[in-house]
């Protein structure tokens, strides 16, 4: 008897069902956090000297108050061009194959960060940015593939592994882009004399992402196996897709039948359309996890505004050294936090009561910052910034525990195995959506913040909606995964 699938029907099943944990197949699955690695290491490689680099190019004209907008759109442009094409690039793997979709993206990163660091002007800063969103929809299908190589007893251990990819490319980035920025001026006894090194103060920083994604290129080329079973060849599919459309043209197809319907939905590996994904379970997933991002991304397009920002503005006045070591130490402590501790957290709490805490979180983070500036204008740089530096980086840990549950809540919506890129697709355009507009915003509410004293406060109160609307969002999930 076939089996039905609704929209109530569970991807991940009781964990009753099973007894124990299915060992993870250490070897493809490694080599996934190795290629996930990629895409965060060079996307926060630019947070330490994006202020700075800014300044280098003269867009603002001299005006301070103005770095922090052009930050902030550098940092949306790569979310709003991804948020245009990573569906695409998500139902497609749906169809072809995860491993095409995933090399084409890895050869975007790395030419995109080749032509980062050789840009010279804003423009060319954009064109790159844009670039590097467009050719990229590895995020979605990497976890596509997660889910492919685990079942309902390992996924939340897969799960507490995946920070060690965007934990190390959040430390890493940082320390590469504060350390390897102008190098001539950094280190003149290596680097002074070359003029190229002068002529792209930033392209060293760039160039080593931009070869580090190269050779995840090969590696993917040579030894990641296809997880998508009955894949066709592209050359397949658009010869389909144009004998759909000629039809269409010459002859008008009737509607199909529910039951030819219900017996494709039957098909556990055949994707569904894409109307068959718009069901409940699936938006509420999407909407927390876009709700989710929209808050980290801020912060991030925040926090190293602040700590690079003049003390008397608002800010501490930290250089990039010092701002990428703040931003490695939490990639490596939540790394290991995220390892040893995520998995018994989820088993012993549940993956919603994690969440809504995990976005909780963020509220002392945002009130901590005005504290930080006041005791930085009283006291200076003393062991009390410090510590209420230390408290934020905790904060931040908390925060990214909802990134792993949510994960789990995306592949118990999809509606079929088959669909699992696209449903990952959907979730990862909301989420791009919302990257490319909180960066912007946050960045020029927070250049708003201290162009007027009046208005000092408007960044903490834009950041505490945001937190709060996440709040409110988290209370959709259900206790429980989505049952039949």
Request: with cysteine.
């Amino acid at each position: 008897m076939a089996h039905t699938v609704d929209e109530e029907t569970p991807l991940l099943h009781d964990h009753q069902q099973k007894h124990g944990r299915t060992p993870l197949p250490w070897r493809q699955f490694t080599i996934i956090l190795f290629l996930q690695l990629a895409e965060p290491l060079t996307s926060q490689l630019i947070s330490p000297f994006a202020p700075q680099l800014i300044r280098d190019i003269g867009v603002t004209n001299g005006d301070e108050t103005k770095v922090g907008f052009y930050v902030g759109l550098l940092h949306s442009l790569f979310f709003a061009t991804q948020a245009l094409t990573v569906l695409h690039w998500s139902r497609v793997s749906d169809h072809i194959g995860r491993k095409p979709v995933l090399l084409t993206g890895l050869f975007g990163l790395s030419l995109s960060m080749y032509c980062f660091g050789l840009s010279k002007t804003f423009i060319g800063l954009v064109l790159s940015r844009a670039l590097n969103g467009a050719l990229n929809g590895n995020i979605g299908v990497l976890k596509s593939m997660m889910v492919e190589i685990t079942d309902e007893t390992n996924l939340a251990q897969a799960y507490a592994y995946m920070p060690i990819a965007w934990s190390s490319g959040g430390t890493l980035g940082p320390l590469i882009g504060g350390f390897l920025s102008r190098p001539a001026d950094r280190f003149p006894n290596v680097f002074g004399n070359v003029e190229f090194m002068r002529e792209y103060p930033y392209f060293l920083a760039c160039a080593i992402p931009a070869t580090f994604t190269a050779i995840a290129w090969i590696v993917a080329f040579f030894f990641l196996k296809e997880t998508l079973p009955n894949s066709v060849p592209f050359r397949e599919l658009i010869k389909s897709k144009f004998r759909q459309w000629s039809n269409k043209k010459s002859l008008k197809s009737p509607e199909p039948s529910s039951e030819t319907l219900i017996t494709n939905e039957n098909d556990e590996n055949k994707p569904l359309p894409l109307r068959s994904l718009l069901i409940p379970r699936v938006l509420i997933a999407a909407a927390n996890y876009a709700a989710l991002s929209t808050v980290e991304i801020s912060f991030r397009a925040v926090q190293p505004l602040f700590y690079a920002t003049p003390v008397e503005l608002g800010g501490l006045g930290l250089d990039p050294p010092q701002i990428g070591n703040i931003l490695a130490t939490y990639g490596i402590l939540n790394g290991l936090f995220q390892i040893f501790c995520f998995a018994d957290l989820h088993d012993r709490f549940g993956s919603k009561a994690i969440f809504t805490f995990a976005v909780s979180s963020g509220i002392p983070f945002v009130l901590i910052c005005p504290l930080i500036n006041a005791l930085a204008r009283e006291y200076g740089l003393n062991w009390a910034v410090w510590c209420m530096i230390g408290v934020q980086v905790l904060c931040s840990m908390s925060l990214n525990l909802g990134y792993s549950c949510i994960f789990i809540y995306i592949a118990a919506a999809s509606p079929n195995r088959g669909s699992l890129g696209a449903t990952n697709g959907i979730a990862q355009m909301l989420v791009s959506i919302m990257r490319s507009i909180g960066p912007a915003s946050a960045a020029s509410i927070f250049s708003l913040s201290i162009k007027t004293p009046a208005h000092a406060w408007f960044v903490y109160y834009f950041l505490l909606v945001v937190i709060f609307v996440a709040i409110g969002a988290s209370l959709l999930l259900p206790r429980k995964m989505w049952k039949k």
